[in-house]
């Protein structure tokens, strides 16, 4: 069975930075596409980004373009989104997803990191 641990949130102030980390264990997702989601207080959760294990240029939703970047290691089995710029309404709770190419949900979720930014 698969299970995705997101690790790597907390409090940070406006301007700052923090790296998350998404571990993957119970088999390698060659094939799948691992995407981050941001769930606000009160609000629905959101497309932050996505990258496939195989290859191809990420996607970003647009409130995220140019300051949050996915990447992975394959190798680690890991996927990371790297957040500079940090703003207050970047505060939520991210949660790290994973789908097979051939569908369009998401059937893989972590169990969430909160991510804190203080103004």
């Known amino acids: 069975q698969v299970r995705l641990v997101e690790s790597g949130g907390g409090l940070v102030q406006a301007g700052g930075s923090l790296r998350l980390s998404c571990a993957a264990s119970?088999?390698?997702?060659?094939?799948?596409?691992m995407a981050w989601f941001r769930q606000a207080p009160g609000k629905e959760r959101e497309f932050v980004a996505a990258?496939?294990?195989?290859?191809?240029?990420?996607n970003y939703g647009d409130s995220w373009k140019g300051r949050f970047t996915i990447s992975k290691d394959n190798t680690k089995n890991t996927v990371y989104l790297q957040m500079n710029s940090l703003k207050p309404e970047d505060t939520g709770l991210y949660y790290c997803?994973?789908?097979?190419?051939?569908?369009?949900?998401?059937?893989?979720w972590g169990q969430g990191t909160q991510v804190t930014v203080s103004s």
């Open positions: 990258i496939s294990w195989s290859g191809g240029s990420p």
């Open positions: 997803a994973g789908r097979t190419p051939y569908v369009t949900n998401y059937d893989l």
């Open positions: 119970g088999r390698t997702l060659s094939n799948y596409v």
